[in-house]
Nanobody
Framework: QVQLVQSGGGLVQAGGSLRLSCAASGRTFLGYAMGWFRQTPGKECEFVAAITWSGGATDYVDSVKGRFTISRDKAKNTVYLQMNSLKPEDTAVYYC??????????????WGQGTQVTVSS
């Protein structure tokens, strides 16, 4: 059974930092890119960031560039999202995903359970 298990998140004041983690298990994600999406009530799920299998390339939505950093530890099959200078508009449920690099901005093949991030003003 394939699982993406997320951890991290929580409540932070504006300007603060949080780190999300996503550990993959149940199969080898050889060649899979991994990434993060987020969703707020009444809005579509939004692409946030992605990283290739090798870690050699990353992609970010414009609104988080310079503030968020995605990274991965292949040995641990884990991807991280370091979120700095958080803003209230970053408040959302964040989802980890794994899939093919060329499609990950649109959707992934496997999904985590979701983690709430709340940024207070």
């Amino acid at each position: 059974q394939v699982q993406l298990v997320q951890s991290g998140g929580g409540l932070v004041q504006a300007g603060g930092s949080l780190r999300l983690s996503c550990a993959a298990s149940g199969r080898t994600f050889l060649g899979y890119a991994m990434g993060w999406f987020r969703q707020t009530p009444g809005k579509e799920c939004e692409f946030v960031a992605a990283i290739t299998w090798s870690g050699g390339a990353t992609d970010y939505v414009d609104s988080v560039k310079g503030r968020f950093t995605i990274s991965r530890d292949k040995a641990k099959n884990t991807v991280y999202l370091q979120m700095n200078s958080l803003k209230p508009e970053d408040t959302a449920v964040y989802y980890c995903t794994a899939g093919m690099w060329g499609h990950l901005r649109t959707s992934g093949d496997y999904w985590g359970q979701g983690t709430q991030v709340t940024v207070s003003s």
